[in-house]
Every structure is written in structure tokens, then in C-alpha cells.
């Protein structure tokens, strides 16, 4: 079965460039598509994160890669799937973040802390409820802790 999504926001500002790390503190605006009335965002403001589902937009077909690969070509990691990567190389090009809300004004969810670039398509934006959370105990091999390290440093000016 195919489905077919159409973008109901839009990333505006943050960062222009995308990069694999030091997206700590970014801000930006989801910007609600025109077409859509205000009230859809009645509420939201109540919450303190979203989880906003957003599209790799920079990315092209070219550069799925099916199978197994060291992740970010780092030998020193095992080899692992397609879907244990959390980048644009996967089939669907899908992406979940879940930024900090700052604000709603109008059409516009000032955010910080998501990690899609300016002009990114946004396909679904809803509160987080840490009821959604994983339950249980969370295992997880090494080497991601070592991969995204610095994924939430701040970006130095030099």
C-alpha cells in the first residue's frame, strides 16, 4: 500500500546547513500552512515539548542505502541495518524529533531544539505525553551514547 503525505508546516530559520551534530539550543518556528484554521493549535501552548514528524528534504532517493553499514562510516562501530540508523538513508526518509515549545503565536510554534533545517516539510505536529514515553527499563548498545555525544552541544563560534 502507498500512502501519499502533504506538508502541513514549515521549518523557518534555525540552521540552514545540516549537520550531524551541535544542534544543542537551536531555534526555530514550525510555521502552520495557511490552509489550515488557528484553532487546530488550541492547547498546544500547554505542553512543554512536541513531537513533530518532519521529512529529510535535503536528502534524495540516491541516498537510501538498504542493508548494513558502520554508522556515520565509523569502523570503530559494528555494522548494523537500515533501520537502526536514525538518518535520511532509510526508505521514507522520515524523521521524528521532539523539540522544546517556546511559544505559539498565530500560525507560528517557536521551538528549540529541533534538528530539521530551514524549509523542512512537517507532516505532523503533536503535544508530547510522557505517558508516550518507553516503559520500562531502555538498553541500548554503546556506541550510540558515543556517536551523539556532542548531538546536543551547543556550536562554537570559531
Do not use: C
Request: no cysteine.
Amino acid at each position: 500500500m502507498e500512502i501519499t503525505l502533504s506538508p502541513i508546516a514549515t521549518v523557518i530559520g534555525g540552521r540552514s546547513e545540516v549537520s550531524d551534530d551541535y544542534w544543542g539550543d537551536v531555534r526555530s518556528v514550525i510555521r502552520l500552512n495557511d490552509d489550515l484554521p488557528l484553532d487546530t493549535l488550541k492547547g498546544l501552548e500547554e505542553f512543554s515539548h512536541l513531537e513533530v514528524v518532519w521529512h529529510f528534504s535535503q536528502g534524495s532517493d540516491a541516498d537510501v542505502h538498504l542493508g548494513a553499514r558502520h554508522p556515520r562510516n565509523n569502523p570503530a562501530w559494528p555494522e548494523t541495518g537500515t533501520f537502526v540508523h536514525r538518518n535520511h538513508r532509510r526508505p521514507a526518509r522520515i524523521a521524528i524529533s521532539h523539540p522544546r515549545l517556546l511559544s505559539v503565536e498565530s500560525r507560528d510554534l517557536h521551538v528549540e531544539d529541533l534538528d530539521a533545517v530551514d524549509g523542512t516539510p512537517v507532516y505532523d505536529i503533536a503535544p508530547w505525553f510522557a505517558e508516550f514515553g518507553p516503559r520500562g527499563e531502555v538498553d541500548q548498545p554503546s556506541w550510540p551514547g558515543e556517536m551523539l555525544s556532542r548531538y546536543w552541544e551547543k556550536r562554537s563560534n570559531t
